[in-house]
C-alpha cells in the first residue's frame, strides 16, 4: 500500500491509457453499449478527457453510436470546441432533455454554442419556467455574474430555526441545487441579509433561529459585475459559494467557487498569452485560428521593428566605417529588451493581483528605475570586459558599456510606465505592453549604442 | 438602489480610502484602541489590506500600538513578508495564542516563517496534542498535500445514520473545522471509503445509513503529492474539498478549495514571471529582492546574445560592403523572436493545462511548424516590400523575405519543441525555454539573413 506518488501518477495515467485504448476498439467495433458503458462508468470529467483524447472522426462516431444523446454531465465537461461538435449532432429533444438536467449556469453554457435561430427553436421547446429563466441569462453580458450564476439555492427567512430549515430541505430535496455550501437568509422583499454555513447549520441545535447563527456578507456580487472583480472576491474572502443581487438589491442567483477557479484560470492565461502577443489560443486550435490570433501583433511588430531599422540607418555613414558595430549592437538591444520585458511581467502580476495601488504603484516605478540601474552597471561592466578582449579596444568597450547602461535603466522604467500608463488610460495593462517596451528599448539601445559611437570612436 | 457596478466599485474604494485615512490618523496620535477598533471592525481579509497599505514605520507602530499581539485571523490573511515582520516583533506568548486559534494549515504557515530555534521554543509551549500535530506538518515537504493540510475534518462509520450523524456534530461542535464541505466515511482502520456533501445530509431523512448516500471518490490525494498536482484534481472535479491520505491510505487530513485557489495563482504567476526570464518576484520586493531574481537570466542571456553576435561576426566581411545588411538584420531577429515567444506562450500553457499529452502534443508541433510557414509568408513579403521600396534593391529585398520565411519556420518549430523537450527532461517548461528559444531564433535569423546576403549580393 504505501506507494510513492509516481508510481501512482504512473499508475493512474496506465490506466487513463487503457481506458482509451479500450474506447477507440469499442468505438472502431461499433459496439454502442459498450462505448456507453466505458464513458458513464468514470466521472464526467474523466470520461470527457478520454473523449476530447480521440481524433475527430471517432469523437463523430461515439456521437453516432450514442444515437446523438451524450449524458448532459459529460456534455458540460468538454471544452467549448468538443461541445459545440457535440452540440451540433445532438437533436433538438436530446439537447432539450440534457438543458433539463444541468443546471442554469451550465444550460446557459450550452445554450450559447448555439447559432441564434436553434436556440430560439429549442427555448421554445422548454417548460415555460425553464424558458424564462435561462432568457433571463442571456440578458447579462458574457463574462459578468449575471451570465455565470445558478438560479438554484436554498434561501430562508431569518425567523426559520435549525430545524424548520433542515425539515424544509427534506421535503423540498428535489428542487435543491445538487450541491451547495451555504443558506442565504432573505427579509421578505428578497434582499439578502447574511448566510448560514453548512457546517454551521449542522452543528447547530434544531430550535435556534437563523438570525442568530447568521454571519453578514463581506462579498458583494452584483449581475452585471465583471466575472474578474467576481473572482477577486472570492480569492479575497476565500469564499466557496457567494450570492448575486440584482439592480434592487434582490436576491437572484449564486455563484460557486468551481466556476471561479475556471475564471481565475481563464483571467491568468489571457494576461500570459497578452504578454507574448497572443490574442487567444485554445489546444485545438487550427493553424488558421493560431494564424488569426498572432498575425495582427506581428504586423505591429513589423511597423515597430523598421523604426527601428530606421534609427539604425541613422547612423548608416558610422556603421560603414566601424563594422564592430553591427557584431555588437544586437547584444546592447537583446540584454535591454530582456531587462525590460522582467519588469513588464513583475508589473503586469502586481497590476492583476491589486499591489499596484497608490503608493505601491509609485515605490514600484523607484524600485523598477533602481533595478535598472543596478543590474545596468553589472551588465555593462559584463559586455565592456567581454567586448574589450574580443576587439582589444578600450574606447568601444566603454561605448558599449554606456550604451548598455542607459538602455537597461530605460528598459526598468519604461518595463514598469507603459502598463502603469495603459492602465490608467482603461486598458489591459498586459496587451500591447510587449511591444511597446521592445520597440522603446530597442530604440534606446541602438540610438545609444550608435550615438556614442559616432561621437567618440570616429 | 439601482446602481451601476462601476458606481458600486468607485464606492468600495472610496470607503477604503477612507477607512485607511481614518487609520493612519489613528496611528499617528497614538490611540491604541481606535486601531484596534477600526481593525476588528473590518473583515481580516480588509484588515491586513489596510495594514498592507501602510509604511513599514506605521506597520511597526500598529505592532507597537497593539502590545504586539496581532488578532490570530488577521495575522493569517497578511501576505508572507508583513507577516514575518508582524510575527517578529509578536511576544513568543501572543504567537501560542494565535496558533492555538488557527486550523492546522495556518498555523503551519506562521510556523514557516519563524527561524528553527524559535520555532523549537515555540513549539515547546504548545499543548503536547497539538504540538506533535504541527510537528508532523513539518515532516512533509513544502509545497506537498501534507503541508498545505488541515487535521481538522469530521470523519464517520458507514453504520452511522444521518440522525446520528447531526448529533454527533452537535455534540462536539467545539472541535469541528470553522467551515466544511463535506464528511468523511470511514472503515475501521480509518480508511476512506466515500463522501456525503453536507448539501446531500441536509435533505435525507434521519433514519438513513450513510452507506446508503455516500459517493466515491474522484479525487485521489496523498500527504506527499506536489500541490501542482491537487490543483489539478480540483478543478478537474471542481472540488471544494478533499481528503488527504497517508502512506498507508489512511484519512489523515483535509484540503480545502480556498487554498488550492492561492496554490493556482502561485503556479500561474511562476509560469508567467518564468516565461519572462524572473526567478521570483512580489509587489514588496527590494531593489536588492528584484537584482537576484532577475541578474543570473540576465546573465545567461549576456552569453547567448555573445553568440549571437559571433555569427554576425562571421560575416564581417559581407557587412563591411553591404552596410544595408546592419539596418535591416535586427528586423528578422525581432519579427522572429516574436513569432517563437508567441508559440512558446501557447505550448506552456497547453502543457500546464495537460493539452499536449499524447497524440495532441504531435499535432501542435505540426500546427506550430504550420503556422510559422503561414506567419512567414505573410511577414516574408512585407518586409521583403518595406526594404524594396526603402532601398530599391530586388535581391535584397528577396535576400531579406527568404531569411525570414526560414527563420519563421524555424521559431514555430522551436516556440514548441523547446518547452515540450524541456518536460520530457522533468525540467519547468517554462523555466529557461525563452532565453533558448530567442537565442535559437536570433541566430538563425542573422546566420540565413547575412548566409544569403553573402551567397546572392555580394
Not at 17 to 28: F, G, K, S
Not at 85 to 90: F, L, R, T, Y
Not at 312 to 326: K, M, N, P, S
Amino acid at each position: 500500500m504505501s506507494e510513492t506518488p509516481e508510481s501512482q501518477a504512473e499508475f493512474a495515467e496506465e490506466r487513463r491509457e487503457l481506458l482509451i485504448a479500450e474506447l477507440r476498439e469499442a468505438i472502431d467495433s461499433g459496439a454502442a453499449k459498450q462505448v456507453r458503458g466505458l464513458l458513464e462508468a468514470e466521472h464526467p470529467a474523466d470520461a470527457s478527457d478520454f473523449l476530447e483524447q480521440l481524433s475527430s472522426e471517432r469523437f463523430e462516431a461515439v456521437m453516432d453510436l450514442l444515437g446523438g444523446d451524450l449524458p448532459a454531465d459529460i456534455l458540460i465537461e468538454l471544452r467549448e470546441e468538443y461541445r459545440e461538435d457535440a452540440v451540433e449532432v445532438m437533436s433538438d429533444e436530446a439537447v432539450v432533455e440534457a438543458l433539463d438536467e444541468l443546471e442554469t449556469d451550465d444550460a446557459t453554457a450550452v445554450l450559447e454554442d448555439l447559432d441564434e435561430d436553434r436556440r430560439e427553436r429549442i427555448l421554445e421547446e422548454l417548460e415555460p419556467e425553464d424558458r424564462a429563466v435561462l432568457e433571463a441569462s442571456f440578458e447579462f453580458d458574457e463574462d459578468t455574474a449575471g451570465r455565470l450564476m445558478q438560479r438554484e439555492f436554498l434561501a430562508a427567512p431569518e425567523f426559520w430555526s435549525v430545524g424548520q430549515t433542515i425539515d424544509y430541505a427534506r421535503e423540498n430535496a428535489e428542487e435543491l441545487p445538487t450541491d451547495f455550501y451555504e443558506i442565504y437568509v432573505v427579509d421578505p422583499t428578497n434582499r439578502p441579509l447574511g448566510y448560514v454555513l453548512l457546517s454551521q447549520l449542522l452543528r447547530t441545535k434544531r430550535d435556534i433561529p437563523l438570525a442568530e447563527i447568521m454571519e453578514t456578507f463581506h462579498s458583494d456580487i452584483h449581475v452585471d459585475q465583471d466575472q474578474e472583480e467576481v473572482a477577486y472576491q472570492f480569492q479575497k474572502y476565500a469564499l466557496a459559494s457567494a450570492p448575486v443581487k440584482d439592480h434592487d438589491g434582490r436576491l437572484v442567483g449564486m455563484i460557486t467557487v468551481d466556476d471561479m477557479v475556471h475564471v481565475i484560470q481563464e483571467e491568468n492565461t489571457e494576461d500570459l498569452l497578452a504578454l507574448a502577443n497572443v490574442s487567444s489560443a485554445d489546444g485545438s486550435d487550427t493553424v488558421w485560428e493560431s494564424v488569426k490570433a498572432r498575425a495582427p501583433w506581428l504586423g505591429i511588430n513589423l511597423i515597430t521593428a523598421f523604426i527601428a531599422s530606421a534609427i539604425i540607418a541613422l547612423f548608416e555613414g558610422t556603421l560603414d566605417r566601424l563594422v564592430q558595430l553591427a557584431i555588437l549592437m544586437p547584444v546592447v538591444a537583446a540584454l535591454a529588451g530582456n531587462a525590460g520585458s522582467q519588469g513588464l511581467a513583475v508589473a503586469v502580476r502586481a497590476i492583476a493581483e491589486r499591489e499596484m495601488e497608490g503608493k505601491a504603484g509609485r515605490r514600484a516605478v523607484i524600485r523598477e528605475t533602481l533595478t535598472g540601474i543596478v543590474n545596468g552597471v553589472i551588465f555593462a561592466i559584463g559586455v565592456g570586459l567581454v567586448a574589450f578582449f574580443w576587439f582589444s579596444d578600450v574606447k568601444l568597450a566603454i561605448v558599449l558599456a554606456a550604451a548598455m547602461l542607459a538602455s537597461f535603466m530605460w528598459a526598468g522604467a519604461s518595463g514598469i510606465l507603459v502598463p502603469l500608463t495603459l492602465k490608467r488610460m482603461g486598458a489591459d495593462p498586459a496587451v500591447a505592453s510587449s511591444v511597446f517596451v521592445l520597440t522603446l528599448t530597442d530604440t534606446m539601445a541602438f540610438f545609444s549604442f550608435l550615438g556614442l559611437a559616432t561621437l567618440f570612436l570616429l
